[in-house]
């Protein structure tokens, strides 16, 4: 069974950072693509950053670029998010998410989400 | 950036009725399109990928359709476990963009 769980999620201030981790198992981490989704609250689904299975391609919104830092530890079966110069509007619970194939990138599995409060 | 848009926003269903819901992007994705479901509380469930073909384990009350610009979300005949709100998603452009929502609720 395919489990993705999330961590380290919490309250910060405008301006300050924080590093999300999603722990997986039950596949074979080192070959799918993977995802950070995020949703404010009462809101709808926006695209975070993906990660290609080696870590070679990442990628982006314009919304977090420059501030966000995808990473994997393929070793060790973990996705991180780093996540600096945090925002009001970075307020939203974050779920990481498994590409359904290569060839396929939308999200099949996903966590359970961890929340991110940006506020002083 | 393609912008997809979802219509309704909201759609009142009775049980056992048919729902369609629509998803517009504002260029071509191809067949790169995704449906998920999500309920109150929890993380989103892929419904269909490729704009048309369902993912493991889902109903075939649920089937999709379109390509392009186009597509469509119908559900056959709801049940009251599908009482939901939808969301496409494009996969053929970077960054990855979903549409705003749509919410099926009980008439």
């Known amino acids: 069974e395919v489990q993705l769980v999330e961590s380290g999620g919490g309250l910060v201030t405008p301006g300050g950072s924080l590093r999300l981790s999603c722990a997986a198992s039950g596949f074979t981490f080192s070959s799918y693509s993977m995802n950070w989704v995020r949703q404010a609250p009462g809101k709808g689904l926006e695209w975070v950053s993906s990660i290609s299975s080696s870590g070679r391609y990442i990628y982006y919104p314009d919304s977090v670029k420059g501030r966000f830092t995808v990473s994997r530890d393929n070793a060790k079966n973990s996705l991180f998010l780093q996540m600096n110069s945090l925002r009001a509007e970075d307020t939203a619970v974050y779920y990481c998410?498994?590409?359904?194939?290569?060839?396929?990138?939308?999200?099949?599995?996903w966590g359970q989400g961890t929340l991110v409060t940006v506020s002083s | 950036e393609i912008v997809m848009t979802q219509s309704p926003a909201t759609l009142s269903v009775s049980p056992g009725e048919r729902a369609t819901l629509s998803c517009r992007a504002s260029q071509s994705v191809s067949s790169n399109l995704v449906w998920y479901q999500q309920k109150p509380g929890q993380a989103p469930r892929l419904l269909i990928y490729?704009?048309?073909t369902r993912a493991t384990g889902i109903p075939t009350r649920f089937s999709g359709s379109g390509s392009g610009t186009e597509f469509t979300l119908s559900i056959s005949s709801l049940q009251s476990e599908d009482f939901a709100v939808y969301y496409c998603q494009q996969y053929d452009n970077w960054p990855r963009t979903f549409g705003q929502g749509t919410k099926v609720e009980i008439k």
């Open positions: 490729g704009a048309s």
């Open positions: 998410a498994r590409d359904l194939a290569s060839s396929i990138s939308c999200y099949v599995d």
